[in-house]
C-alpha cells in the first residue's frame, strides 16, 4: 500500500498527469507568448497571482518572460479547504499591494474549475481601471459549467474533470511541492 493515512482515509497519487519536463516546456512558451504579446506595450505589466495554487506556476513563468520593467503582485482568496468541490463562495484574505490603474495586469490561476473564483477576481479588477485584464491559467479543466467563462487568454493545458494535485495545486494544503501534475485517489484505509 503506497501513500499516506490521515484521518483513516489514505491519500495516494494515482497517477502523473503531466510529467515536470512537460510542464517547464510548456511555462517557457507561454512566458514567450507573452513577451511578445506586450513587447509593443509600454504600459506597466504586473503579473497578479492568486494565492496559494499560483505560487510555483507563477515563479516559473515569470522567469520566461522577457521584460524588464515587470513588477509582480498576489491576492488571496478561500480556497477549498480539506474539501475537493467548489463551495462557490469566494472570499478576499489579502488584497493587492499596489494599485493597477492604467497598467497591464495578467491574472495567474492554477486552474479553472467552476470559473467562479476567476470571475469574481476579473470584475474586481476591472473596476479598479487598468489599462487591459488577461487570465493566464495553468490548467483548465474539461467539465460543464452553468456559467459562461470568461475569455483565458493563456492556457498551459486543458485537462480531464479529475482532482489534481502538484505543481503549486493542493489537497487540504498538502502536495503543492510535486513538481509534476498527478491524479489524487482517496480510499478508506484498513
Ligand atoms: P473554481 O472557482 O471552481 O474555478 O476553483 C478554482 C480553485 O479551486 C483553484 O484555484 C484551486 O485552488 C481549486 N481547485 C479546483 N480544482 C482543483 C483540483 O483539481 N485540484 C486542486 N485544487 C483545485
Ligand atoms: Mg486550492
Redesign the pocket.
Known amino acids: 500500500m503506497s501513500g499516506i493515512v490521515i484521518d483513516g482515509q489514505r491519500e495516494s497519487i494515482e497517477r502523473e498527469l503531466i510529467p515536470a519536463e512537460r510542464i517547464q516546456a510548456r511555462v517557457r512558451e507561454l512566458g514567450a507568448k507573452i513577451s511578445a504579446d506586450y513587447a509593443g506595450d509600454n504600459a506597466p505589466l504586473i503579473i497578479v497571482g492568486?494565492l496559494r495554487?499560483?505560487v510555483v506556476f507563477m515563479a516559473d513563468l515569470i522567469r520566461a518572460i522577457d521584460r524588464p520593467t515587470l513588477t509582480i503582485d498576489f491576492i488571496a482568496v478561500s480556497?477549498?479547504g480539506a474539501s475537493?468541490k467548489?463551495s462557490g463562495v469566494?472570499r478576499i484574505f489579502k488584497d493587492l499591494n499596489e494599485s493597477v490603474e492604467g497598467a497591464n495586469v495578467i491574472l495567474v490561476?492554477?486552474?479553472?474549475?467552476?470559473?467562479?473564483?476567476?470571475a469574481y477576481l476579473l470584475d474586481l479588477i476591472s473596476r479598479r481601471n487598468p489599462a487591459s485584464v488577461r487570465i493566464c491559467s495553468f490548467l483548465m479543466?474539461d467539465r460543464p459549467r452553468e456559467n459562461p467563462l470568461p475569455p483565458v487568454d493563456y492556457i498551459g493545458f486543458d485537462i480531464p474533470d479529475?482532482?489534481?494535485?502538484g505543481y503549486g495545486?493542493?489537497?487540504a494544503g498538502r502536495y503543492r511541492n510535486l513538481p509534476y501534475l498527478g491524479v489524487l485517489s482517496l480510499t478508506a484505509a484498513e
Do not use: R
Open positions: 492568486i495554487g499560483a480556497s477549498y475537493t467548489s469566494v490561476e492554477d486552474i479553472i474549475d467552476s470559473g467562479l473564483t476567476l479543466k479529475e482532482f489534481v494535485i495545486l493542493d489537497y
